[in-house]
């Protein structure tokens, strides 16, 4: 099992609505696939491996089988929530715990084919719309991205549309995802296309938290959860 980290990150002042700084982290082991080959041309490949490089590198995503991550959310009622998260990098699974100072309690938990979400103790069951979409969500984000392109899963292709939009498509060529990078290749921002609206987040500095680098701070431009 991977290590965890004892310390917590503090935010960067000026970041205002809704960020996560996160604090942990825990990875387990699978197996990596060395000789498939990425889709795309050079320079967005080039562009992906640079990205999987700065985040931790290829033999920690490519041997991980679960995610925990511990984050302060800054949420835009105002109030500062702990946010606890689970994943399971394989099957797509996740659980989510979030509690706010004043008591409110949000449980949430994604598989495949079962789906549920609690706020403050009333549970409802999402249905089969709102499962897919949360289904799909979980393949658009960053860590199973990462996870997948360290598994060298010939199902991904990478486009690069101008020297700092990164583009991630499914083996089915729908579009999961795209990457804003700088000039030096570095995470800028991830977005994605959910239930039609484009849900765009801007990232600070890579940080250590453990067994990965990841972003000190999140920032939502809906400023939702």
């Known amino acids: 099992m991977g290590r965890q980290l004892g310390h917590q990150l503090q935010a960067q002042e000026?970041?205002?609505?809704?960020?996560?700084?996160?604090?942990?982290?825990?990875?387990?082991?699978?197996?990596?696939?060395?000789?498939?080959?990425?889709?795309?041309?050079?320079?967005?490949?080039?562009?992906?491996?640079?990205?999987?490089?700065?985040?931790?590198?290829?033999?920690?995503?490519?041997?991980?089988?679960?995610?925990?991550a511990e984050e302060r959310v800054f949420l835009s009622s105002g109030e500062v929530a702990q946010l606890l998260v689970w994943r399971d990098l394989e099957s797509g699974a996740r659980r989510i715990e979030r509690r706010t100072p004043s008591g409110s309690l949000y449980r949430e938990w994604i598989a495949e084919g079962e789906?549920?979400?609690?706020?403050?103790?009333?549970?409802?069951?999402?249905?089969?719309?709102?499962?897919?979409?949360?289904?799909?969500?979980?393949?658009?984000?960053?860590?199973?991205?990462?996870?997948?392109?360290?598994?060298?899963?010939?199902?991904?292709r990478f486009e690069l549309r101008d020297p700092r939009s990164l583009y991630v498509y499914d083996r089915d060529e729908r579009l999961l995802c795209w990457f804003l990078l700088d000039g030096k290749g570095a995470l800028v921002s991830w977005g994605n296309f959910y239930e039609g609206a484009i849900n765009q987040h801007y990232y600070g500095p890579l940080v250590d938290v453990g067994d990965v680098n990841l972003p000190k701070w999140g920032v939502s431009t809906t400023g939702s959860f």
């Open 14 to 68: 000026g970041v205002t609505r809704h960020f996560r700084n996160f604090c942990g982290s825990a990875l387990l082991l699978a197996a990596v696939n060395a000789h498939a080959q990425l889709r795309g041309e050079p320079a967005a490949v080039a562009a992906a491996e640079k990205l999987l490089a700065d985040v931790g590198g290829r033999d920690i995503w490519a041997n991980a089988r679960t995610f925990y």
């Open 115 to 156: 789906g549920w979400e609690e706020r403050d103790g009333v549970k409802t069951a999402l249905n089969e719309h709102a499962l897919a979409a949360e289904r799909f969500g979980l393949r658009q984000e960053p860590y199973a991205i990462y996870r997948r392109l360290a598994l060298r899963d010939p199902g991904l």
